[in-house]
Structures are given as structure tokens and as C-alpha cells.
């Protein structure tokens, strides 16, 4: 059991520009969510799969965002045109089926928008 | 919407005392609490799961209790030490129509034992 991992863990990038997060979650989990964490807050839920299906989106997830997860496997999160506002630390976090069963949470990846 | 409270914001504590962090929720339609820590520019570590039919959990030097008619979950952390020193947040696991079972999380207090 490896972890849920993430990458890149720091992100710097211009106003504007478009920008990709992978997630890997552990290997035998078929639920995958992505939080999004700014300074001093908890984290707050943005979207979740189950297995390939994307099933839920907060109204925090803009048009400009779009997540996906093809194969049921890794997940990838783009911000297109990036605003001062995306500055954040976007959690990955993956669980086994059933209920009740935990959320593990990857390190993230912080994103700092110029 | 749910809502989640923790209080203290912050606390200093002298190494070896025992402490307890509060989390407030306002749904008690709940399937479980979980307590993370974070420390600074990482993730979150899983402490503790409480099923919404359980009372308490313990593991080593942590028990958390959690009264749903109340909407009030406790973490207790005996003899602390400066290694626990980090943010600690609740998240409640809220039972909705979806298949989601997305977690809604308060701002954490933040720990610091002093050596």
C-alpha cells in the first residue's frame, strides 16, 4: 500500500495560463475525491468518482475546471485560465467501497498563481 | 448545509499535559467523524473513524468520542508531546441522496506542545 500520491506537489504558474493535477489513489479504492484547501481553512469537497464515473460537483468547481478519471485508475484536475483566486493546495483523497470506510488523503499539490 | 466548529482555534500546551479539541456539527445525519492532522504544507493523516453508531475510538494516546444527538464530536490526547504538534480537523461524512459520501471539514486547531 503505497498511498494516494500527487503530482506536482508545488505548482507555479501566470494568471491565465492552464494547469494539470494527477492523482494516483491506492490501488484497490473505487471512490476518489478532490478537496480544495486555502490558508487556514479546512479543506472543501470539489468533485467525486466512483471508478470512472464522475458522480458529484460542488458548485465551487467552475466551467474553467474539469477532472477526469478514464480508466477508473488516476484522476487529473485542470484549471483552465487560472485566476489570483485558484491559489490553493488541491487534496486528492481515495476509499474502498462500502460505507463508512475512510478517506486517505494524498500530500496535495499547492498551486501559486502570479 | 452542514456546518462544522472547532474550537480552540489554537492551543499551547505544556509537554505531558492531556488536552481535548472540540468539533461541532450542525446535522446529525451523519455516517461517521473522522479527525485528521495535518502538519505544515503536507496532506492529511487519518486519526480516527467513529461510526455514526459508535460512542468512542482509541488508538494509543488518542480517543475520540462522538454524541450525534448533540451534534459534538471531543478528541483526547493523553500525556501530549512536541511531536504532536500540528493541525487537527474533524470532518463529518454528512448522509445525503448522492452515492458521495464527501466530507465536510471545520478549520482545524491549531496544536503546539511546548518541550
Known amino acids: 500500500d503505497t498511498g494516494v500520491s500527487q503530482d506536482p506537489r508545488h505548482k507555479i504558474t501566470k494568471r491565465g495560463q492552464n494547469v494539470t493535477f494527477r492523482c494516483d489513489p491506492i490501488s484497490e479504492h473505487n471512490r476518489l475525491y478532490w478537496y480544495r484547501q486555502t490558508l487556514g481553512q479546512g479543506p472543501e469537497f470539489l468533485t467525486y468518482f466512483q471508478n470512472e464515473a464522475q458522480l458529484e460537483k460542488s458548485r465551487l468547481l467552475s466551467d474553467r475546471f474539469s477532472a477526469e478519471r478514464p480508466k477508473g485508475s488516476f484522476s487529473t484536475l485542470e484549471i483552465q485560465r487560472t485566476e489570483q483566486g485558484d491559489s490553493a493546495m488541491y487534496l486528492c483523497?481515495?476509499?474502498?467501497?462500502?460505507?463508512?470506510?475512510?478517506?486517505?488523503f494524498g500530500d496535495g499539490t499547492r498551486l501559486s498563481i502570479l | 448545509k452542514q456546518e462544522v466548529t472547532q474550537i480552540p482555534a489554537a492551543l499551547s500546551v505544556p509537554e505531558g499535559e492531556n488536552l481535548v479539541l472540540n468539533c461541532s456539527f450542525t446535522?446529525?445525519?451523519?455516517?461517521?467523524l473522522q479527525w485528521f492532522r495535518q502538519d505544515p504544507g503536507k496532506g492529511l493523516t487519518s486519526l480516527l473513524l467513529?461510526?455514526?453508531?459508535?460512542r468512542e475510538q482509541t488508538s494509543g494516546r488518542l480517543n475520540a468520542s462522538l454524541d450525534k444527538s448533540s451534534g459534538r464530536s471531543t478528541l483526547y490526547i493523553a500525556a501530549s508531546q512536541p511531536g504532536d504538534s500540528a493541525t487537527y480537523l474533524c470532518?463529518?461524512?454528512?448522509?445525503?441522496?448522492?452515492?458521495?459520501?464527501?466530507?465536510?471539514f471545520g478549520s482545524g486547531t491549531q496544536l503546539t506542545v511546548l518541550p
Open positions: 446535522d446529525s445525519a451523519i455516517y461517521n
Open positions: 470532518a463529518v461524512c454528512k448522509i445525503s441522496s448522492g452515492s458521495a459520501r464527501q466530507l465536510t
Open positions: 467513529i461510526q455514526s453508531s459508535q
Open positions: 483523497a481515495s476509499s474502498s467501497p462500502g460505507q463508512g470506510q475512510p478517506q486517505h
